[in-house]
């Protein structure tokens, strides 16, 4: 007897097996469980999808933001403290510079200030009181946006773009939502800046925390230096990187970028490398185009304090290299600019 089909809707499949085809009817059996299967993989894929590419993100180099379809936010703020005078019709750009420490924020924030038209007002939630709260978060932003934040950056009356850098550990993760909502309402542009190389950023670190103590140069400690000799006297240090802990150490510093790209992966960003800055300048130029800026040479004073083979900066260095050998990590070993 010959098998049939019968079709009700597009969601309702009977089959009629032949009685003397057994094989035939559990191939159909076999094929119809196949389809199943294939299609909760898929349900599946789209919930991990977009962890998987962040996570992917978070260790690639981005070789330039997309910037279609997305042109910053134009305000003409009004300000308390003084009046903007001619400049009041001259639009501004909200931008926050999203980051850790030890990875080249100091440096970038001081090439975005030598651009005539920015101010880039420094890190301005390592103040507790400023990030104790909600609302004292909300108060500082306004502040700052509104122009009426001064600081040696400052240029007041026709800044074109004005914002600050905001440390992962300040107040930002915490309160991720409430101020993912404040930026994409009032059209500030996140920079998201890392570092790819955790492993120096980690010498870096535990090198500034020793200083703050030691305080190498005469009795001052300095997180940034504009002279080849007090980059040598700070490098001289070579702090002992803790191997038992180190891949844990690597893995959560990673999972806090994964973090920050996941919670602010709806407001207009762009995200940047450290290593990728310092060997090719047209990031710069990105940085321009993505804040509307007019194009400049941007320059900073600040020299690079730790320079050459990571084996000369660490104390034990055959401990480190001995425990990333052969792991996901083993590329932090190698040179990368």
Same mark, same amino acid.
């Given at each position: 007897?010959?098998?049939?089909?019968?079709?009700?809707?597009?969601?309702?499949?009977?089959?009629?097996?032949?009685?003397?085809?057994?094989?035939?009817?559990?191939?159909?059996?076999?094929?119809?469980?196949?389809?199943?299967?294939?299609?909760?993989?898929?349900?599946?894929?789209?919930?991990?999808?977009?962890?998987?590419?962040?996570?992917?993100?978070?260790?690639?180099?981005?070789?330039?933001?997309?910037?279609?379809?997305?042109?910053?936010?134009?305000?003409?703020?009004?300000?308390?403290?003084?009046?903007?005078?001619?400049?009041?019709?001259?639009?501004?750009?909200?931008?926050?510079?999203?980051?850790?420490?030890?990875?080249?924020?100091?440096?970038?924030?001081?090439?975005?200030?030598?651009?005539?038209?920015?101010?880039?007002?420094?890190?301005?939630?390592?103040?507790?009181?400023?990030?104790?709260?909600?609302?004292?978060?909300m108060q500082t932003l306004e502040n700052v946006?509104?122009?009426?934040?001064?600081?040696?950056?400052?240029?007041?009356?026709?800044?074109?773009?004005?914002?600050?850098?905001?440390?992962?550990?300040?107040?930002?993760?915490?309160?991720?939502?409430?101020?993912?909502?404040?930026?994409?309402?009032?059209?500030?542009?996140?920079?998201?800046?890392?570092?790819?190389?955790?492993?120096?950023?980690?010498? &870096?670190? =535990?090198? $500034?925390?020793? %200083?703050?103590?030691? +305080?190498? @140069? /005469? !009795? *001052?400690?300095?997180?940034?230096?504009?002279?080849?000799?007090?980059?040598?006297?700070?490098?001289?240090?070579?702090?002992?990187?803790?191997?038992?802990?180190?891949?844990?150490?690597?893995?959560?510093?990673?999972?806090?970028?994964?973090?920050?790209?996941?919670?602010?992966?709806?407001?207009?960003?762009?995200?940047?490398?450290?290593?990728?800055?310092?060997?090719?300048?047209?990031?710069?130029?990105?940085?321009?185009?993505?804040?509307?800026?007019?194009?400049?040479?941007?320059?900073?004073?600040?020299?690079?304090?730790?320079?050459?083979?990571? &084996?000369? =900066?660490? $104390?034990?260095? %055959?401990?480190?290299? +001995?425990? @990333? /050998? !052969? *792991?996901?990590?083993?590329?932090?070993?190698?040179?990368?600019?």
């Open positions: 007897m010959a098998e049939y089909i019968c079709v009700f809707d597009k969601d309702t499949l009977i089959i009629k097996p032949p009685k003397k085809s057994p094989l035939f009817s559990r191939t159909i059996a076999l094929w119809f469980a196949m389809m199943c299967g294939v299609y909760i993989y898929g349900s599946c894929l789209k919930h991990v999808g977009t962890f998987t590419k962040l996570r992917f993100h978070s260790i690639q180099i981005i070789e330039k933001p997309s910037l279609e379809g997305q042109i910053p936010t134009l305000h003409y703020p009004k300000p308390e403290s003084f009046s903007r005078g001619e400049c009041a019709s001259n639009p501004v750009r909200f931008f926050a510079i999203l980051s850790m420490q030890r990875s080249g924020s100091g440096w970038f924030e001081t090439l975005l200030n030598s651009h005539i038209n920015v101010s880039s007002n420094g890190e301005i939630f390592a103040v507790i009181d400023r990030r104790k709260n909600v609302s004292n978060i946006y509104n122009l009426d934040w001064f600081t040696s950056a400052s240029k007041n009356e026709c800044s074109a773009a004005v914002g600050f850098k905001w440390m992962l550990n300040q107040g930002l993760m915490e309160h991720h939502r409430e101020i993912v909502e404040y930026f994409n309402h009032r059209g500030v542009s996140a920079i998201f800046l890392f570092r790819r190389n955790l492993l120096r950023r980690m010498v &870096s670190v =535990l090198a $500034n925390s020793y %200083d703050r103590y030691a +305080k190498l @140069l /005469n !009795g *001052t400690h300095k997180s940034h230096v504009h002279s080849e000799q007090e980059a040598a006297a700070l490098s001289s240090y070579k702090p002992i990187i803790n191997s038992t802990s180190l891949i844990s150490d690597l893995k959560e510093a990673e999972m806090a970028v994964v973090r920050a790209l996941e919670y602010f992966n709806s407001t207009r960003h762009m995200v940047l490398y450290y290593e990728d800055l310092v060997t090719n300048r047209t990031k710069l130029k990105d940085v321009q185009e993505f804040l509307g800026l007019p194009q400049m040479e941007l320059t900073s004073g600040q020299v690079k304090i730790h320079k050459g083979s990571l &084996s000369d =900066l660490v $104390n034990n260095w %055959d401990d480190v290299n +001995k425990t @990333l /050998n !052969g *792991t996901k990590y083993e590329r932090f070993l190698h040179a990368d600019y």
